[in-house]
């Protein structure tokens, strides 16, 4: 274990180290964020950082980790990770249209389900029972890859933003596969560290004010990483495996879904880029840049701190837990209006019942 961890901190180090060289070649290539109405950065900027971590990920896995590590499974996953890798310098250089980018993605999808062999195969509920997927396993594999990845890249708006709240949600996964997979899956725990120590090596040239950005090469990557390897948990899934990886990526999950909901309201495509992402509502608000980002990282903690209750709760416990999660995560949504102003119906409930309950007290007319 001294081992590997000092394995880790190298990871770190030579993510850290990279990143400037990446930096250069990002203004070679062209691959610049120019300002715009939807960006907040004031300059150019160069993109493209998620080549860095993927560089240092990958050198982590072949080189001071491999012999933790299957070795087809390893190659499998690297070569899905190439496709993301491209498909995300190919859209930060020329962006590239989102048809054509989701094609990449479920070309590496494919190559995880197929070759990699990692799946969703069998789901176990509350009083029915195990359902075995079967021919299904391949859809619903592929939409889990799909809707994180694009998850953790909508939540890419801020300096540090995607970067601190996927070393938050992995941090809290590899904690959860440590402790509660079985002894022979520890690797995947190894593995999913060795993505935060490149993340962490990564974030001080990232962090506000960044000097690069991660760009679709960093978010994509990121993101089809973390479906990647909640999938190796959700194998054969059960009621608690399928809510904790949901729960520890709460922040981006959370915003894709009110996001869409915000834009069927609007009658607009989905697909239609907005500023009304939750860290554009909380600017809105009047926090500057860094405070958005430290709300929003805090707000991630609480997530994984909650995900960490499911597997030492009961099965109604487990329950409860959502409940209340959900109904304080709506009261939350409404209250910085990320849906609408005009749409909060859980607090206006509330308001009401309040004002329902003062006219019903003795000496009130």
């Known amino acids: 274990m001294f081992s590997v961890i000092v394995k880790l901190v190298l990871t770190m180090i030579i993510a850290a180290a990279i990143t400037p060289f990446v930096r250069k070649m990002a203004f070679v290539l062209g691959a610049v964020d120019n300002p715009n109405a939807r960006r907040v950065n004031k300059k150019p900027m160069p993109t493209m950082g998620g080549l860095g971590i993927f560089v240092a990920f990958t050198f982590s896995t072949f080189v001071l980790l491999r012999p933790q590590f299957p070795t087809h499974e390893l190659f499998s996953v690297f070569l899905a990770e190439a496709v993301i890798i491209l498909t995300g310098m190919i859209d930060d250089i020329k962006e590239i249209k989102p048809h054509q980018k989701m094609a990449g993605i479920l070309l590496a999808s494919l190559i995880i389900y197929f070759l990699a062999g990692i799946r969703m195969d069998e789901v176990s509920l509350p009083i029915i029972g ?119 990526l709460g922040v981006p999950i959370t915003d894709t879904i009110y996001a869409i909901l915000r834009r069927l309201l609007n009658k607009k495509p989905i697909s239609q880029a907005d500023k009304h992402h939750m860290h554009h509502v909380l600017m809105s608000m009047g926090l500057t840049h860094r405070q958005t980002v ?65 006219r019903n007290e003795p000496g009130q007319k």
């Open 130 to 248: 195990s359902i075995h997927l079967g021919w299904w396993g391949l859809p619903i594999t592929i939409f889990w890859i799909l809707a994180i990845t694009n998850a953790v890249n909508l939540i890419d708006g801020l300096d540090g933003l995607a970067t601190g709240v996927s070393i938050i949600g992995l941090f809290t996964m590899g904690v959860v596969g440590y402790f509660f997979l079985t002894v022979t899956d520890v690797y995947v725990s190894i593995w999913i560290f060795a993505l935060v120590a490149a993340l962490i090596g990564f974030l001080p040239h990232n962090f506000h004010p960044a000097k690069i950005f991660l760009g679709d090469t960093g978010a994509l990557f990121i993101g089809f990483m973390i479906a990647v390897f909640s999938l190796k948990g959700l194998k054969n899934v059960t009621f608690i495996t399928l809510l904790i990886p949901v729960i520890i």
């Open 294 to 358: 430290l709300v929003i990282y805090g707000l991630a903690l609480i997530f994984a701190f909650i995900s960490l209750l499911y597997p030492l709760s009961s099965l109604w416990g487990n329950i409860l837990l959502t409940i209340f999660l959900l109904i304080g995560l709506e009261l939350f949504v409404e209250s910085i209006g990320l849906i609408g102003e005009n749409r909060k119906p859980l607090l206006r409930r509330i308001e009401q019942t309040i004002k329902k309950l003062a």
